[in-house]
């Protein structure tokens, strides 16, 4: 109970005490009851007011007059509570839907017991630990409420109204929880809950607002379909990604070397060589990326070898090869965390065939769409589907000729890998000309842009070849879209390998040629020193430094590298554009405006608009991305460059899929083929990830140019920080944990972490698939038992089995029969329902029966012919309840 | 006394909010729509009932207010009564191609003839969210489903959704036998129609029930 009578001293005063504030709390209650609604601060000053100077009074008049008398009326008074109690006790816990009335009337005892105990200790007592945690679990469960109004199905009046209410009631009670320092603590805790409720709901206010392009995405989206808006949402998630790394790239290092590194022409590396610097303002030199651009903060090779710049002792060089391995790091996180998300996402798989008709009814039409010619052809796909499955379902069968379908798909996969073979050729044809003529000068225009304009065109031809090839398959559109990706990311990956291997053999040469000119350069500085003096006749005079542009310098493989990397992106970019100006935008023009006098119908006949290629679209975007991700170490520009590129791409293509092309025919879901996009990324971004860690970890770095000139091997900075910056301690610290004694046994247990990690989740996958199996059994089962239900099946079906006709049959032994008979259970399910009329009744209720240990009889009959017409044992029950197969 | 200041504390920043509230709904608004006004307390215990934020909330009141000008106010501050009806709503862009548009607004109106508040309306979309949850979208599938509103989809259902579908292109064989189907397929009890119970237990494996029940506004 909630006063501890026992104490000696306090009976009295207690009884005293509480009288008055009964009496007035039922006059509150009756008051309470006539305002509901009114707020509870209003009433309780009053309370108070009237309840002490009444307790003193009668304290001082009745003190030791009649104490007894006193003591009974207390203790009626007492019992008069309990008998309340249960009320206070019980209408906390009824449900939120209790008339609030009635709660409100009852409430009175427990603010009055926590408003007044700020005042007086004593009090504090009065609410006692099971009210409170009562009170405590209520404010919970109201709070819990408020959490989750959103996902209940209610009307929205009866939701904001039950907010209100909850939201009165925890902002009511949730200050009077906690006792003593508890209280303090609680109610801290409350405001800083509430406090960070509403930042949390602010930032996301903040974040909403941020996500660009959401109304562009949506027109998309309501004139294509949902798959033509997923590469739309693909090039936004890559812009942001993008943004990030352009942010890492030009704050840590960029930035840095242009304000803080030697300006421009002070050392040889940042200045244009003697002999260029005639043409090095010529539009096409700059369009090459070489003169000014070459020697611009755009190529590594500008970079300079200090060890710290500026006066914030900014270690650039260690900056640099940070952030190049960040840059992979963070894509590999961020890949990796959105396909886990995405795969957290995407609910059931769509392999079961149960629900064939179920969910092309209930599913199939996509509730996005809001365009009329959108939504004509989906009304004509979704027919054509229901026809497709319904002629399925007439003839389960219907692939007699499974055998030239199969043909079919070995000839195409064998063209399209001749085809791929054949570019893979072309291009390392090509690149291997490439370095033939980079030793010429004679060059034509096309000789000097040959490798960029066969990549091009093998990208521009060979997408639509292979399409072309695919119809031989004869795939649904989106598997076909799947292979149709495989394949050409196969072309874009091959040819891309390709270009490194050339890009390789021209490094290594270049290599050995900076061997001899690393000397040749040093004893080209000898001699200008030794002339200087011969000539001042003054060997004492420190001669002036060689002009920066005379100083012979080697080839600086790296900016070589970022400048074939950069055209290489400046040149797809190009492509592109003028692809959609061209394919699509000039396209779209002349069907418009020559339809009016032509022959036949150019919008419905041959030309037609085009439609948006959603699978070449998207490679081009991965392997774009690769790109960078290769080059920006060699070039921290392009990141930049990317940056402009996926920006202006956004609003070009926008306007262009809405202005030029049509929908697709058939149109079709993006379902969850947004993790098979970020799977193709991933893998570009592993593949992308492998020749430059190995240029990192193996290719010594030019000697005059870059970050890391005079140094070993790039990574040597690394070693030099740990040795010269970190104290002594670290640098043993480390040396330790590169022992291969310490590396071995990390790696081990790193493996065996992946095996047990591996070996948990095959046995989860088996578990799922075992509890699947047991629903799909617990639901055939079901439907058997219900169908059946208004027979008694399960008797007529052991009185069938017992039939004399039965045993009559030759006879199957039932022992050895039981396994085929379990092991083909999933398929009456497989085999779409219903595949034959009664057939599949036949099956299940073999199925059920076998299930069922009392039923067991019916496996002895013959696994084999099982026709569509019930066989001579069928009895009346069979298949009741379903009707005739509607024909 | 903790306790008062804290109360204090609170009431302060409430006020403020209140007032940060305004001046971020007055530099977020365009101009033209820059008379919309709701009270801090409409915005909270809308954003906790819906999947909205406060910037989707005002464009959906901008839809709203764009579909009759006429009948509703600019001021919301207080939450005046008025009602949109069905023949305007299901006009809008993102409705006027869904084959099942009368139905999805009748659901979603209190009075079941397809007239909507604010409120409703702003119901509806938020069901209709990509952030909504599979249940919940589930309870009102069934319902737009269920033509005849009897709690269940019976046979007749089926057939004005499947016509509603295809346009009424398959034959009445056809349909007939897309409806066998179809029930076949995912009643549980036999009892010919589809309970609610059937439509949770088939629509929650279905793959593609979440990305195309699901209106961006």
Known sequence: ?887 | MILHRCVIVSILCKFRLHLKGFVIMFSAIKPSIQSICFSHAVFLSLQDCTFFTRKEILRLHGRYHELAPHLVPMDYTNEPDCKIPLALIVNMPELKENPFRNRIVESFSEDGMGNLSFNEFVDMFSVLSEMAPRELKAIYAFKIYDFNVDNYLCKEDLEKTLNKLTKEELTPEEVELVCEKTIEEADLDGDHKLSFADFENMISRAPDFLSTFHIRI
């Open chain 1, 1 to 887: 109970m909630r006063r501890k009578t026992k104490l000696p001293g306090g009976v009295e005063e207690q009884t005293g005490r509480s009288w008055p504030r009964n009496v007035v709390a039922m006059m509150m209650r009756m008051k309470a009851r006539m305002s509901l609604l009114r707020g509870r601060e209003e009433e309780q000053p009053i309370r108070r007011k009237e309840a002490k100077p009444r307790t003193v009074m009668r304290r001082t008049v009745m003190w030791g007059k009649e104490r007894r008398e006193r003591r009974e009326e207390g203790r009626k008074e007492r019992r008069r509570k309990k008998k309340r109690r249960p009320r206070v006790r019980r209408t906390p816990l009824n449900s939120l839907t209790v008339v609030y009335a009635g709660f409100d009337s009852v409430c009175p005892f427990l603010p009055s017991s926590s408003d007044s105990n700020s005042n007086s200790s004593e009090e504090e007592e009065s609410m006692s630990e099971g009210e409170m945690a009562r009170l405590m679990e209520e404010v919970e469960e109201k709070k819990k409420l408020i959490a989750n109004i959103r996902n209940k199905p209610w009307r929205m009046q009866r939701r904001l109204k039950l907010l209100k209410e909850a939201q009165e009631f925890v902002d009511k009670f949730e200050g009077a929880l906690g006792k003593g320092k508890g209280r303090k603590w609680y109610a801290y805790k409350v405001m800083m809950t509430k406090k960070w409720i509403k930042f949390q709901r602010d930032f996301e206010n903040f974040r909403t607002a941020c996500i660009p392009w959401e109304r562009k995405i949506k027109e998309v989206e309501s004139h294509f379909g949902s798959s033509v808006a997923s590469y739309f949402i693909f090039l936004r998630w890559m812009y942001g990604m993008n943004l990030v790394l352009f942010g890492f790239t030009f704050g840590l290092v960029v930035i840095p070397e242009v304000l803080m590194g030697l300006p421009y022409g002070s050392i040889p590396r940042k200045t244009v060589p003697r002999a260029e610097q005639d043409t090095a303002q010529d539009y096409s030199v700059l369009m090459d990326f070489n003169g000014y651009c070459k020697y611009s903060v755009l190529f590594y090779g500008y970079y300079n070898d200090q060890r710290t710049v500026g006066v914030l002792k900014f270690r650039l060089p260690l900056s640099y090869l940070m952030v190049g391995i960040g840059t992979f790091g963070y894509s590999l996180m961020l890949v990796i965390r959105t396909m886990a998300k995405n795969a957290d996402v995407g609910g059931g798989d769509g392999e079961d065939s149960d629900f064939t008709f179920a969910w092309k009814m209930f599913t199939s039409w996509d509730y996005l769409i809001g365009n009329a010619e959108t939504a004509d052809n989906k009304y004509a796909s979704i027919t054509t589907s229901f026809k497709e499955s319904i002629v399925d379902e007439q003839e389960n069968q219907k692939d007699e000729n499974i055998h030239l379908r199969r043909f079919l798909r070995v000839l195409a996969n064998f063209l399209i890998t001749c085809s791929l073979g054949g570019s893979g050729y072309l291009i390392y044809f090509v690149v291997k000309r490439s370095q033939e003529f980079a030793t010429r000068d004679d060059l034509s225009w096309y000789e000097k842009n040959e490798m960029e304009i066969v990549m091009s065109l093998l990208g521009l031809v060979c997408p639509p070849l292979f399409e072309t090839i695919a119809e031989l398959e004869d795939y649904h559109p989106r598997i076909a879209l799947k292979w149709q990706l495989g394949r050409i990311f196969a072309l874009f990956l091959g040819n891309l390998y390709t270009f490194l291997f050339a890009l390789f053999d021209e490094v290594n040469t270049k290599l050995e040629e900076e061997q001899s000119i690393k000397n040749a350069s040093i004893w080209a500085m000898k001699e200008y020193y030794a002339n200087y003096s011969r000539l001042m006749n003054d060997s004492e005079a420190t001669p002036p430094p060689m002009d920066p542009a005379d100083v012979i310098r080697g080839p600086c493989w790296e900016t070589a590298v970022g400048i074939e990397f950069v055209k290489l992106t400046v040149s797809d970019i190009q492509v592109s554009y003028l692809t959609i100006l061209i394919g699509d935008f000039a396209r779209a023009v002349i069907v418009r405006f020559l339809n009016y006098c032509w022959c036949w119908d150019l919008e419905a006949g041959f030309p037609s608009y085009g439609e948006f290629d959603i699978s070449g679209n998207v490679l081009g975007l991965v392997f774009n991305q690769g790109m960078i991700w290769m080059g920006a170490f060699y070039a921290p520009g392009l990141v930049g460059i990317n940056v402009l590129r996926l920006l202006s791409s956004m609003y070009y293509q926008c306007w262009a899929v809405m202005a030029t092309n049509v929908p697709h025919e058939r149109v079709f879901k993006a379902s969850k083929s947004n993790n098979f996009y970020m799977g193709l990324l991933l893998l570009v971004l592993f593949l992308s990830l492998l020749p430059v860690v190995y240029t990192i970890m193996t290719l010594p770095p030019s000697f005059d140019c870059g970050p890391f000139s005079g140094k070993d091997k790039m990574f040597d900075i690394i070693m030099e920080t740990i040795d010269l910056d970190l104290p002594a301690f670290m640098g043993t610290l480390f040396s330790y944990a590169a022992n291969p004694g310490l590396i071995i046994p990390a790696v081990l247990l790193m493996v065996l972490a992946i095996y047990y990690l591996n070996s948990v989740s095959e046995a989860y996958q088996n578990s799922n698939m075992e509890l699947k199996k047991k629903m799909k059994m617990a639901r055939d089962e079901e439907k058997n038992r219900r169908n059946n239900a208004d027979t008694t099946n399960q008797v007529m079906k052991d009185l069938e089995d017992l039939l004399p006709n039965r045993s009559l049959i030759p006879p199957a032994p039932p022992e050895p029969e039981k396994p085929p008979e379990q092991e083909p259970k999933p398929k009456p399910t497989k085999t779409k329902p219903g595949t034959a009329g009664k057939g599949v009744n036949l099956q299940k209720d073999v199925a059920l029966a076998s299930s069922n240990p009392n039923a067991r009889g019916p496996v002895s009959r013959p696994p084999g012919p099982r026709g569509p017409g019930p066989g001579p044992g069928a009895g009346p029950g069979r298949g009741r309840g379903r009707g005739p197969p509607p024909r």
